[in-house]
T-cell receptor
Framework: GIQVEQSPPDLILQEGANSTLRCNFS?????LQWFHQNPWGQLINLFY???GTKQNGRLSATTVATERYSLLYISSSQTTDSGVYFC???????????FGKGITLSVRP | DAMVIQNPRYQVTQFGKPVTLSCSQT?????MYWYQQKSSQAPKLLFH???????NEADTPDNFQSRRPNTSFCFLDIRSPGLGDAAMYLC?????????????FGPGTRLLVL
């Protein structure tokens, strides 16, 4: 099946700093989503982005499908950005999402 | 607001005592999923329903079963919980299986097995 690798595994930021989270995948995809899991366990969908670039406030994401990676940018980080960020993908042969192991982000005041 | 609701948020059960977790949705989505997530791990898909069509993952233990009596509700039954079944259980929905769909997750039920 498709492999998903996220990096770095852990990230510590000072409030106000910017960061880039990376997701590499091993095969072509027709679905790629970024999720944020808050400290209470709720998974929030941030972006559906199998290709191209999207922005939502301080967050933006870019997927370069031909090179099999996606980046999530967080600007002016806030303590509420803390949690685990998951990248999940699916391809045409399989409708189910495959999750990466996640990136744990801690934003310190 | 349209959403995915899970009850209870925390469930304590005894080793071997059957337990049922519930999920409901107001999104009118065709697909409902159940995931198991253990500490510091990614969510692991157990099964999903496309409408009334049940799809079990190959490595989901027989101890886990599911019911979807109507579009809005889906239940996860654990027939004989073991200590290894303690985890967060996440319900999710999506409009469809094909096309530009996104998955929407409920807040999860954290299961503790004593």
């Amino acid at each position: 099946g498709i492999q998903v690798e996220q990096s770095p595994p852990d990230l510590i930021l000072q409030e106000g700093a910017n960061s880039t989270l990376r997701c590499n995948f091993s095969d072509s995809v027709n679905n790629l989503q970024w999720f944020h899991q808050n400290p209470w366990g709720q998974l929030i969908n941030l972006f559906y982005i199998p290709s191209g670039t999207k922005q939502n406030g301080r967050l933006s994401a870019t997927t370069v499908a031909t090179e099999r990676y996606s980046l999530l940018y967080i600007s002016s980080s806030q303590t509420t950005d803390s949690g685990v960020y998951f990248c999940a993908v699916a391809n045409g042969a399989n409708s189910k999402l495959t999750f990466g192991k996640g990136i744990t982000l801690s934003v310190r005041p | 607001d349209a959403m995915v609701i899970q009850n209870p948020r925390y469930q304590v059960t005894q080793f071997g005592k059957p337990v049922t977790l519930s999920c409901s949705q107001t999104l009118n989505h065709n697909v409902m999923y159940w995931y198991q997530q253990k500490s510091s791990q990614a969510p692991k898909l157990l099964f999903h329903y496309y409408d009334k069509d049940f799809n079990n993952e190959a490595d989901t233990p027989d101890n886990f079963q599911s019911r979807r009596p109507n579009t809005s509700f889906c239940f996860l039954d654990i027939r004989s919980p073991g200590l290894g079944d303690a985890a967060m259980y996440l319900c999710a929905t999506s409009r469809d299986l094909a096309g530009p769909w996104t998955q929407y997750f409920g807040p999860g039920t954290r299961l503790l097995v004593l």
